[in-house]
């Protein structure tokens, strides 16, 4: 069948992308789906800064690529093999595939599936080969196993997580990404303890969903910090006790004198290294520094490595919150049913998949928390 699709067929072009226009609108084949894989009518797919770093070349990927991974729609065909699926269900799209089989599946660690990993690196699905086609190129990859920024993608059933049909694609679809991070982070990775102090450095998705994951865990102070000023509203709409602008010369003083000594749990959500050392200086003795960025490869962080022990300081990474989709994303819909996880705050914007490079301006400027495509098929 044929699929329209957001194909970017060379990385590291110049800004505004709305002139240099990385990503183009074309028609694709798209196969039927294997034995262990869906056809999607996709509904809505987020904006997120993991497509940026791909269009930037921060984070290299095979080319030509479809991008969009936070993707949510209905399904409409299956594989022969599927069980646990009906056409009909509304799912949402992971972005780490999981095997199941192998040692971090077994062990409880989905998100960093060996399988996974591997065919996320060479833009294959994780049952092999590609879905998508173009009459130009030889290969079309996908991003994440899911190269959501399309009218329908087939997509692996490790790849999706059934949701309730009663929620708008727009916004359930930022569970699969921004929510799981961001909340995973703060209930999974660092389980921070009720009545602990939070700091959270950088307010985009990630962040603000860390201060929600920070209030969902009765955190008794949770610093919301930024360069950017505009985000301070929101992050106080959502659980932000306290704002500071994280670029000013005495930002370490400042919260250390507001919390006294710094904080129990610093989360860094920028992906750069100045957030990070913002984060590390602003954890108290004893405390935790988590990363859910993902900076430049080649970029280093450095600290005094006497703190650790003398300190008993921890860092720690987290990826997609270390979060188990199917009991994750299921968890978090029901919180924000209950009225629980403000979700919808994030939401900024919709738009259409015509006008996703003006999109990627917008997200590359901080001017937006969420935006979403939203297809009209
Ligand atoms: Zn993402
Ligand atoms: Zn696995």
């Known amino acids: 069948m044929k699929t329209r699709a957001a194909v970017l067929h060379e990385m590291g072009a110049t800004t505004p992308y709305s002139e240099s226009k990385p990503l183009t609108i074309e028609t694709l084949d798209l196969s039927e789906p294997q034995e262990n894989e869906v056809l999607i009518k996709i509904k809505a797919t987020g904006l997120c800064h993991s497509d940026l770093s791909v269009i930037n070349g921060s984070r290299p990927r095979p080319m030509p690529m479809v991008l969009g991974h936070e993707a949510a729609g209905e399904i409409v065909q299956i594989g022969d093999r599927v069980t646990d699926y009906e056409i009909g269900d509304h799912v949402v799209c992971t972005f780490i595939p999981s095997c199941g089989h192998c040692i971090p599946c077994k062990e409880g660690r989905p998100a960093l599936c060996e399988t996974g990993a591997a065919s996320n690196a060479t833009g294959e699905m994780i049952e092999g080969g590609y879905r998508l086609q173009s009459e130009k190129d030889d290969v079309m990859h996908h991003l994440l196993g899911v190269a959501g920024f399309s009218d329908y993608a087939v ?40 009545g602990s102090t939070v700091a959270v450095i950088g307010l985009g998705g990630i962040g603000l969903n860390a201060i929600m994951g920070a209030k969902l865990a009765g955190a008794s102070e949770i610093i919301a910090l930024d360069i950017n000023e505009d985000k301070f509203d929101l992050a106080k709409k959502l659980g932000a006790t306290a704002v500071f602008n994280s670029s000013d010369d005495n930002i370490v003083e400042a919260v250390k004198d507001y919390v006294q000594g ?109 935006l979403v495509v939203t297809m009209d098929n």
Not at 171 to 177: E, H, L, S
Not at 329 to 354: N, W
Request: proline content about 5%; glycine content about 8%; charged content about 25%.
């Open 262 to 370: 710094g904080v129990d749990f610093a989360f860094e959500t920028a992906g750069v290294v100045p957030a990070m050392d913002v984060a590390y200086k602003i954890t108290k003795r004893g405390g935790t520094t988590t990363s859910t960025g993902l900076p430049d490869p080649k970029h280093e962080f450095a600290f005094p490595q006497v703190t650790l022990a003398a300190e008993e300081r921890t860092i720690k990474g987290s990826y997609v919150g270390s979060c188990v989709p199917d009991r994750d994303i299921p968890h978090f819909i029901k919180l924000y049913k209950q009225g629980r996880l403000p979700v919808d705050e994030l939401l900024t914007d919709t738009l259409s998949l015509d006008d996703i490079n003006e999109g990627f301006d917008r997200l590359a400027r901080g001017e937006a928390a969420r």
């Open 155 to 194: 997509v692996s059933t490790n790849s999706i997580v059934k949701v309730d049909k009663d929620i708008p694609f727009e916004k359930v679809a930022i569970f699969g990404c921004a929510v799981i991070t961001g909340i995973g982070a703060v209930i999974n990775t660092a389980r921070v303890r009720s």
